[in-house]
Nanobody
Framework: VQLVESGGGLVQHGGSLRLSCAVS????????MGWFRQAPGKERAGVAA???????EYADAVKGRFTIAQDNAKSTLLLQMDSLKPEDTGMYYC???????????????????????WGKGTLVFISS
């Protein structure tokens, strides 16, 4: 299984970014996946997740601003981030878990050891 993130960068407060995670080695859409963020000095935490039923969950801090989606044709997990704030700064990781029936809520709350596969991350920096 390979997960490769892209799309990070430097954006001004209020701007938008779209992150992509190219997925290979598993049947895309059959498992729960998520986007996680690790800010400097903080633990990695879930920001958005989607399960095999297409149900999505979001961290309270990003609800209404971030949207997770799957591009099944391209086996790509997406994260549209709007109205970005300086506190959204961090390394963003894509992750997948192969436990059948894992819910989006479970994926969102999973820590580093709660997901089976991780990408190397893409850096997002929001200037004030």
């Amino acid at each position: 299984v390979q997960l490769v993130e892209s799309g990070g960068g430097l954006v001004q407060h209020g701007g938008s970014l779209r992150l992509s995670c190219a997925v290979s080695g598993l049947t895309f859409g059959d498992y729960a996946m998520g986007w996680f963020r690790q800010a400097p000095g903080k633990e990695r935490a879930g920001v958005a997740a989607i399960d095999s039923d297409g149900i999505t969950e979001y961290a309270d801090a990003v609800k209404g601003r971030f949207t997770i989606a799957q591009d099944n044709a391209k086996s790509t997990l997406l994260l549209q981030m709007d109205s970005l704030k300086p506190e959204d700064t961090g390394m963003y990781y894509c992750a997948a878990d192969l436990k059948l029936g894992m819910t989006a809520a479970e994926a969102l709350g999973a820590g580093y050891y709660g997901m089976d596969y991780w990408g190397k991350g893409t850096l997002v920096f929001i200037s004030s």
